[in-house]
């Protein structure tokens, strides 16, 4: 007779662990597959085509040659397929590390890349191509809601232990933040769904309208990446640079302010609604303790020495924007300072916020790998920053009329932007071919 093998119950946990180890790395791969998405339509579709939409309007000396479409595509591009797909794919990893079963969130995750990555795309060629728009503009819009909504269920299921000490709820503030960011997010696409189908009906395009554009970018910027951002600062920054943890009253007395700014540039009080960005920027700034002295030293291991900079730049550029759109609120004449001020925010802000920490968490989010080359950062955030002060500056004298030599230095702003896009994602894609679980503790490098 055969023998019976009864497996021993160490080796039932061999078994446990395997396949523990096996969702987890299956999750990996879904994060890895959200952050190529989301470069490469940093990349094409939204960098690329914002340098050719910029010397149309250079060689025009105007905007109004180019066909808005154009302009939308590019910004949907950046704002839902970039900075959107980083944040899904980041908050689809924090899944797992708040105690949900890896295999479960990895079929999650990859549901919800294919919906979104497929909306992002289908709406970004529509734009271009305008094959029967009609019906494709809706059912991008249809798609990305999908996306998210498969990413917010898994989320609304889970509930955080309630805080136990009062250092332990002002340390969980963050969360609050970034929730809030979340509905912003929704809200976003909502509304994007809303307009998409309402251009369907009244057959004007796949453009939206200049004046309810104007008031939708708000809510795509302002209401979702910025507050993401305060969120995330305020769960990583205290390690990262040596904060003091950000005061949470403050914290969120600016996001109640960002909140009713947002509110009134969608009714289109946009005086009162710049003058109340401008104080929920500094309030945010001031509780964040980003320009305060440290704590402790930074952590820059594995990053280039000069992190902590580009970091408090980037608030800077954040302040900066507000003043400027208070500024286009009161003197605005052909949208140079408008657009100024939100090229200030998008990449003076979100884009160097991006490429400081997104460099700084993302390899060890995608499998415990090392930052390919720390110098390579470095010089993404410097042309980056250099280009977006050149662009910032000419468009406001080039636009308004002001100064019209400067038009030729917004093409040479765009060059110099692109080559700073073209190395954040060549240093993200050169990091994820590295094999993974080989972290270590570097010194930043030179």
């Known amino acids: 007779m055969p023998a019976i093998l009864i497996p021993t119950r160490r080796y039932a946990l061999t078994l446990d662990t395997q396949s523990i180890r096996t969702?987890?790395?299956?999750?990996?791969?879904?994060?890895?597959?959200?952050?190529?998405?989301?470069?490469?339509?940093?990349?094409?579709?939204?960098?690329?085509?914002?340098?050719?939409?910029?010397?149309?309007?250079?060689?025009?000396?105007?905007?109004?040659?180019?066909?808005?479409?154009?302009?939308?595509?590019?910004?949907?591009?950046?704002?839902?397929?970039?900075?959107?797909?980083?944040?899904?794919?980041?908050?689809?990893?924090?899944?797992?590390?708040?105690?949900?079963?890896?295999?479960?969130?990895?079929?999650?995750?990859?549901?919800?890349w294919a919906c979104w990555t497929a909306g992002v795309f289908l709406r970004w060629s529509t734009n271009l191509w305008l094959w029967q728009w009609r019906w494709m503009l809706p059912a991008s819009a249809l798609l990305e809601l999908s996306g998210f909504l498969i990413f917010f269920l898994t989320v609304r299921h889970h509930r955080q232990p309630k805080a136990r000490t009062e250092n332990h709820s002002?340390?969980?503030?963050?969360?609050?933040?970034?929730?809030?960011?979340?509905?912003?997010?929704?809200?976003?696409?909502?509304?994007?769904?809303?307009?998409?189908?309402?251009?369907?009906?009244?057959?004007?395009g796949p453009a939206i309208a200049h004046i309810p554009n104007q008031r939708l970018l708000v809510l795509f910027t302002w209401a979702f990446p910025v507050?993401?951002?305060?969120?995330?600062?305020?769960?990583?920054?205290?390690?990262?640079?040596?904060?003091?943890?950000?005061?949470?009253?403050?914290?969120?007395?600016?996001?109640?302010?960002?909140?009713?700014?947002?509110?009134?540039?969608?009714?289109?009080?946009?005086?009162?609604?710049?003058?109340?960005?401008?104080?929920?920027?500094?309030?945010?700034?001031?509780a964040l303790g980003v320009f305060a002295p440290t704590a402790g030293p930074a952590n820059i291991a594995g990053v280039h020495r000069s992190f902590p900079t580009f970091v408090r730049l980037a608030y800077v550029w954040l302040i900066l924007s507000a003043v400027i759109s208070l500024a286009a609120a009161v003197w605005d004449t052909y949208g140079g300072i408008w657009g100024a001020s939100r090229h200030a925010l998008t990449v003076g802000y979100i884009s160097t916020m991006v490429f400081a920490i997104g460099q700084r968490v993302l390899p060890g989010f995608c499998g415990m790998r090392n930052l390919f080359s720390p110098a390579l950062m470095f010089t993404a955030l410097a042309l980056l920053n250099a280009g977006c002060v050149l662009r910032v500056g000419s468009e406001i004298g080039a636009y308004e009329g002001y100064?019209?030599?400067?038009?030729?230095?917004?093409?040479?702003?765009?060059?110099?932007?692109?080559v700073a896009v073209t190395a954040f994602a060549a240093n993200l894609l050169l990091t994820l071919k590295q094999p993974a679980g080989q972290l270590r503790q570097q010194t930043a490098g030179g």
């Open 23 to 112: 969702h987890e790395s299956a999750l990996q791969r879904a994060v890895i597959a959200w952050i190529v998405a989301g470069l490469f339509f940093l990349l094409l579709p939204g960098t690329f085509l914002g340098v050719w939409n910029l010397i149309v309007i250079t060689d025009a000396q105007g905007a109004a040659g180019l066909d808005p479409a154009w302009l939308q595509a590019h910004g949907h591009a950046q704002i839902f397929g970039w900075i959107g797909s980083f944040i899904l794919g980041i908050g689809f990893h924090s899944l797992l590390k708040m105690g949900r079963p890896a295999g479960f969130v990895a079929r999650r995750a990859w549901t919800s």
């Open 403 to 418: 100064l019209p030599w400067l038009w030729p230095l917004l093409p040479l702003s765009a060059v110099i932007e692109i």
């Open 170 to 204: 002002q340390s969980h503030v963050w969360m609050i933040v970034v929730f809030a960011g979340t509905i912003g997010f929704l809200a976003s696409l909502l509304a994007n769904l809303a307009f998409a189908i309402q251009s369907a009906i009244d057959g004007s």
């Open 227 to 286: 507050v993401n951002i305060w969120g995330f600062s305020a769960r990583w920054l205290p390690g990262f640079l040596g904060l003091r943890h950000a005061n949470s009253t403050l914290l969120l007395t600016a996001l109640a302010i960002n909140t009713v700014a947002v509110v009134g540039a969608l009714a289109g009080e946009w005086i009162a609604a710049t003058g109340l960005f401008l104080l929920g920027t500094v309030a945010a700034a001031v």
